[in-house]
């Protein structure tokens, strides 16, 4: 009778423990714990990581970034956020966080939009949204130090954060992220982003951002000086002359880990460093962000990885009446797919 009632006493034990770990494993409290690509024969997780969160129901998030202010209701603005993040969702076979840098009216502006895009596509994907100022003023040594030499007119101190937020990108990211990619707003998806993030896996050992070329002679411009009193440079030539035509920030994937751990890059984003490289190379730039990929990719080509320019397709014409109409479709050309559209310079992407 003893053993009998001890043998109920552990099956009941038993059963309260399974019901206990079911509704543990069946619960909504989800954490986020980082997904690793490879672990190695000692069960580490490896230096290389993927782009992404695992939830504990097994959802992978690719992490999209996106900045979109000043955007009235009636800004044209609006209308190409909802083609970019339309073509987004519609191609892509895996499960995306969008991460929207915005402000108060903007954000306001993007709910509805991306409200319209989620019921039009009948799919999901995890939006969040922060706050452009609260966000500049976590970089402003970083914006102080590239201002004076990337903006057309410095000192408007929220407008030129803008356009270097990405260069921080590594700070502002919660600290799960591994690798995102970023993308300006008029922008169009032509392919699943799931193809552009497979370009991870071809970063060098020490790439920390992955650009497309630049496809205007907006940087055989830019360094014209440096050029005079270096005619044998490759820098600012185009691809067809295998030279280097300098990078377009519409599109930026980023090694967040590697960024985050990178002293090389810790230094070079200092302004002494900005600083030296600009006068080493007569570098006044307009573009923001892009100017400086730009230089970083001259300086230390080491730390960008080049993507094919079907993955950047710019439409922009400026300079092709500019003083460049005989070199231009040197610069334009791009023989790949387009696999994403750039609309710059308020150029119309086709089919729109």
Same mark, same amino acid.
């Given at each position: 009778?003893?053993?009998?009632?001890?043998?109920?006493?552990?099956?009941?034990?038993?059963?309260?423990?399974?019901?206990?770990?079911?509704?543990?494993?069946?619960?909504?409290?989800?954490?986020?714990?980082?997904?690793?690509?490879?672990?190695?024969?000692?069960?580490?997780?490896?230096?290389?990581?993927?782009?992404?969160?695992?939830?504990?129901?097994?959802?992978?998030?690719?992490?999209?970034?996106?900045?979109?202010?000043?955007?009235?209701?009636?800004?044209?603005?609006?209308?190409?956020?909802?083609?970019?993040?339309?073509?987004? /969702?519609?191609?892509?076979?895996?499960?995306?966080?969008?991460?929207?840098?915005?402000?108060?009216?903007?954000?306001?502006?993007?709910?509805?939009?991306?409200?319209?895009?989620?019921?039009?596509?009948?799919?999901?994907?995890?939006?969040?949204?922060?706050?452009?100022?609260?966000?500049?003023?976590?970089?402003?040594?970083?914006?102080?130090?590239?201002?004076?030499?990337?903006?057309?007119?410095?000192?408007?101190?929220?407008?030129?954060?803008?356009?270097?937020?990405?260069?921080?990108? @590594?700070?502002?990211?919660?600290?799960?992220?591994? %690798?995102?990619?970023?993308?300006?707003?008029?922008?169009?998806?032509?392919?699943?982003?799931?193809?552009?993030?497979?370009?991870?896996?071809?970063?060098?050992?020490?790439?920390?951002?992955? /650009?497309?070329?630049?496809?205007?002679?907006?940087?055989?411009?830019? /360094?014209? %000086?440096?050029?005079?009193? @270096?005619?044998?440079?490759?820098?600012?030539?185009?691809?067809?002359?295998?030279?280097?035509?300098?990078?377009?920030?519409?599109?930026?994937?980023?090694?967040?880990?590697?960024?985050?751990?990178?002293?090389?890059?810790?230094?070079?984003?200092?302004?002494?460093?900005?600083?030296?490289?600009?006068?080493?190379?007569?570098?006044?730039?307009?573009?923001?962000?892009?100017?400086?990929?730009?230089?970083?990719?001259?300086?230390?080509?080491?730390?960008?990885?080049?993507?094919?320019?079907?993955?950047?397709?710019?439409?922009?014409?400026?300079?092709?009446?500019?003083?460049?109409?005989?070199?231009?479709?040197?610069?334009?050309?791009?023989?790949?797919?387009?696999?994403?559209?750039?609309?710059?310079?308020?150029?119309?992407?086709?089919?729109?």
């Amino acid at each position: 009778m003893l053993l009998l009632k001890r043998v109920l006493i552990n099956l009941t034990l038993i059963a309260v423990i399974l019901v206990l770990f079911y509704c543990y494993q069946t619960s909504n409290g989800a954490r986020w714990t980082l997904l690793r690509e490879q672990e190695n024969v000692s069960g580490r997780p490896t230096e290389e990581t993927t782009a992404f969160y695992l939830l504990r129901n097994d959802t992978v998030y690719y992490n999209v970034w996106c900045i979109f202010t000043k955007v009235a209701s009636n800004s044209p603005m609006r209308r190409k956020f909802a083609i970019f993040a339309e073509s987004l /969702l519609r191609l892509s076979t895996v499960d995306i966080a969008f991460h929207v840098i915005t402000d108060d009216d903007s954000k306001t502006v993007a709910e509805k939009a991306l409200g319209n895009v989620l019921s039009s596509t009948g799919k999901f994907m995890k939006v969040e949204y922060y706050d452009v100022h609260k966000l500049a003023s976590q970089l402003e040594d970083i914006v102080s130090a590239m201002s004076p030499h990337f903006s057309s007119k410095p000192g408007t101190y929220y407008s030129d954060a803008l356009f270097f937020l990405s260069l921080g990108l @590594h700070r502002i990211a919660p600290a799960e992220q591994a %690798l995102a990619a970023m993308f300006d707003a008029d922008t169009k998806f032509r392919k699943d982003i799931k193809l552009l993030f497979e370009e991870f896996k071809a970063f060098g050992n020490h790439a920390l951002f992955g /650009l497309a070329p630049e496809l205007t002679p907006v940087y055989r411009h830019v /360094l014209y %000086l440096y050029r005079n009193k @270096h005619p044998e440079t490759k820098f600012g030539e185009p691809p067809t002359s295998r030279g280097y035509p300098g990078y377009n920030s519409g599109m930026v994937l980023f090694n967040l880990d590697r960024i985050r751990n990178s002293s090389v890059y810790d230094e070079i984003v200092k302004k002494e460093s900005v600083d030296a490289i600009t006068e080493k190379y007569h570098f006044k730039g307009h573009l923001g962000d892009q100017d400086f990929y730009t230089l970083l990719g001259m300086e230390r080509p080491e730390l960008i990885h080049t993507i094919d320019c079907g993955w950047n397709r710019q439409l922009c014409t400026w300079w092709r009446d500019r003083g460049y109409t005989d070199v231009f479709e040197n610069y334009s050309r791009c023989d790949s797919e387009t696999k994403l559209w750039h609309g710059n310079c308020n150029t119309p992407i086709p089919g729109d």
